[in-house]
């Protein structure tokens, strides 16, 4: 039996599509019934949650296998998930962690998931770490600044990097949790194609057929808003503003072959991710 967490996230929706195609025995731990309701049916469901350790046993029973999501900034999650996973015997655990932690000096991004992946190897369960770099989704959070304005702001100018579609990281997820050869392994994922954020604004521009203006960032606080319109707790603001200084001074990029590698496909495009999406950005009236 497969538990996934964070089911209804970027990810783990991806990741529920693909294992139901392998006919994998899943369940799936979910916090809200409703939000759950798109995907697949024939995962189960069960209601818990990672805060509350008391509500996770049923969901745990008889999992062998787990692909561990924890969101916000804290340990508490994963030391919860953890322990139930290591009172219900699971046998591998796949946790989505973050190319953050190969930073030198580490970033404070970094360090959270670092301390995560710390928590899992120190349980004795065999563990593979996937490590992603920025997400093709995360241009979902322009949408108040476009549907408001027409315009993206830019928190990184010349800075570049690979962004992943999560339905790249979803199959390698899937890939580690129902084959061999994969505890103990650390990969880091990234897409093949290097972008500045005017350079994907417009690709996206063109897929949602409207002009779209970017606008430079000058305050930490507007590199702020960029990631999160309606605002941060201050530890987790720090650290975006602090990822996105480095974003901006890396105009090499960063980019890995590993999707590729383990896949045996390339991965996808942000073109086709925002022909797919498109949708979304296109005026409404």
Known sequence: MILITGATGNVGRELVRGLEETGAPLRILIRDPVRAAALPGRAERVVGDLSDPATLPPAFAGADR??????????????????????????????????NVLGDPMP???????????????SGIPATFLRPGGFMTNALEW???????????????????????????AAVAALALTGEGHQGREYVLTGEELFTVTQQVEILAAAA???????????????VA????????????????????????????????TVERLLRRRPRTFADWCARNAGAFRRTS
């Open 108 to 122: 404070a991004m970094g360090r959270w998931h670092h301390e995560r992946e710390q928590v899992i190897r120190a």
């Open 66 to 99: 787990l692909f561990l999501l924890t969101p916000g900034i804290g340990l508490d999650h994963t030391r919860h998930a953890v322990a139930a996973a290591q009172a219900a015997g699971v046998r591998h655990i796949v946790h989505l962690s973050s190319f």
């Open 226 to 257: 960029s990631r999160f319109p309606g605002g941060a707790p201050p530890a987790l603001a720090e650290a975006i503003a602090e990822g996105f200084h480095l974003m901006r001074a890396d105009t090499a990029g960063f980019r890995t072959d």
């Open 143 to 169: 949408l108040p600044t476009i549907r408001e304005a027409g315009y993206v702001l830019d928190p990184i100018g010349p800075g570049r990097y690979a962004p992943i579609d999560p339905a790249d990281i």
């Open 209 to 223: 057929g409207r002009d779209l203006e970017v606008r430079t960032v000058t305050t930490a606080e507007q590199a």
